[in-house]
């Protein structure tokens, strides 16, 4: 039976050399439990908020944040019902008919576009 050069070699050993420069294993890098609240201890944490402390909002500012999506609401809709009436008015006219001097696609475009932006802006 023929034997492969390398049987008698011992594969494992590693030269002297490089002995201290081996990786740890990643279980050894893992937290027990005390030893993860040491280490989260160390780390910086966030204020604590004092529910008690907080300022009482006043109605001023309520109705300033209240404002701008009523506000979106209200033009959304009424641009939508713009709409409407552009394509009521529309209807039946001739391909050249024209609404403020643009043809009815032209403003039918902008309006579209005027509801996407307060769309968006009520989203965001």
Not at 32 to 43: K, R
Request: hydrophobic residues 45%; charged residues 20%.
């Amino acid at each position: 039976m023929a034997t492969h050069p390398y049987d008698n070699m011992n594969l494992m050993r590693r030269p002297p050399s490089y002995d201290g420069s081996i990786r740890e294993s990643r279980a050894s890098f893992e937290f027990s439990d005390s030893e993860s609240s040491v280490a989260s201890a160390d780390l910086p944490q966030p204020p604590e908020k004092n529910i008690e402390s907080r300022e009482r909002v006043s109605t001023k500012t309520l109705l300033r944040a209240i404002m701008l999506p009523v506000f979106n609401i209200l033009a959304t809709i009424a641009l939508i019902g713009v709409i409407i009436l552009i394509y009521i008015r529309a209807d039946g006219q001739p391909v050249d008919y024209k609404m403020a001097g643009l043809s009815v696609p032209t403003v039918l475009a902008l309006v579209m576009t005027l509801v996407v932006l307060f769309i968006s802006g009520g989203i965001g």
